[in-house]
């Protein structure tokens, strides 16, 4: 009995074991592939870019993305759009990979402030970044206590996020003060990125696992389903229209257009071409930061040129209005909070065209001033006409598509066919020709 009972036992622990067991067996379910929104960004930094970046930031955050991961290929731009791409790379709930590629992409400028706020900063080989140095409208170094003031800002700023995520304060400030500049390898040596990679897939399978500094973010991005995405037609039209020689462009022929409609007022076409060039051109100065004086210059401009068409000053207006617009075009932009400027060889060229056509409109507003009034009938005088019906010494001619009843001035007859010359109108509309 006592042996039966053991066997039993032993049978049900057993049985209790390969339960457990079973279930160990049963394969897992697989976990989901991770997922990554990876974002072309080879722009300008300005208003109209950044709120493409900053949109796809948003999104990866609202459709859950393991990861967003900025392409990055940027010569630099506005500090205002920079910082405000910084504060959404820093609030976002998904880690935010910037990676300088392709092949000889770069980082500069604004690129840099990009780079340091990123969760996990990548580069592919033969890229550079660095060369954050705040420069003028005109690419120069801002000058004396404004310069000082804008590079200690800049410097801590940068400073700030190298520190916070482990990466080279030290060079953080180079780049700022001294516009030191970093090849891809270099950069990896003094630890102002975290990692190399060749291509998207080889960086996603290389930064798996890591753990990000400050935000803790565990990466998981190994054989990740990559999303692409790219800046839409209309945003790279809006991101054209910013072009600062574009908008100089379109406020150029906004004020040629309006000029010729106050000049001969019916035409339609002018006006309506000028009024869009206008919206157009303070579309972009509504997004870039601008500079009141050269505005106002730019408008001085409009005033003399205007004034030409009722003024007669021999030109003198023109080539005021032509020095205005030139000078205003050069300063039109902010230097303070602006990196954009009007190339000067696309100011000349187009203070150039407007003076010669302004000039081209004063000539022929002369011309007509000087011609004498000729209206009605006393337009016909000196006009020449064939014969219809025999004068003898009266009979009718053809003069400018109609018919007159003429008379000779001699009393001669002039047969049918041949040619008069008006001398004369009477009072009973009658004209009065001799052979021509």
Sequence with gaps: MKSRALRGFLAAFAAAAVVP???AATPATPAAKPRVLAVKFDNDVNPVTADYLIDQIHRANDEHYNAVVILLDTPGGLSDAMKDINKAQLASKVPVVVYVSPEGARAASAGVWIGQ????????PQTNIGSSTPINVGGENIQSDLRRKVVNDAAAS????????????????????????????????????????????????????????????VMHTANAEVTHVDMSLWK????????????????????????????NPGLIFPGTVGA???????????????SAAGLLLMLLAAAFFAAELFIPSHGALTLAGG????????????PAGSAYQVSTAVALAITGTLVLMMAFVAYKITQARRAPIVTGQSELIGQVGVVRDQLDPEGLVFVRGELWRARTSNGEAVPPGHSVRVEGLDDALTLTVSPA
């Design 236 to 263: 790279r039209i809006l991101d054209l229209l910013v072009d600062p020689n574009i908008i100089a462009l379109m406020l150029s022929i906004g004020l040629l257009g309006i000029v010729v409609e106050l000049w």
């Design 276 to 290: 869009i060039s206008l919206i157009v051109g303070l579309f972009g100065l509504q997004v870039l930061p601008i």
């Design 117 to 124: 706020a990123a969760d996990i900063l990548a580069m592919a």
């Design 323 to 334: 020095v205005c617009f030139f000078i205003g075009a050069l300063m039109l932009f902010d």
């Design 158 to 217: 940068l400073r700030a996020l190298a520190q916070a995520h482990g990466r080279n304060v030290q060079w953080a400030d180079a780049a700022v003060r001294k516009a030191s500049n970093l090849s891809a390898r270099e950069a990896l040596r003094m630890n102002v990125i975290d990692v190399i990679a060749p291509t998207l897939p080889a960086l996603l399978n290389k930064i798996d696992g890591t753990k990000t500094v400050p935000k803790g973010f």
């Design 21 to 23: 067991a079973a279930h």
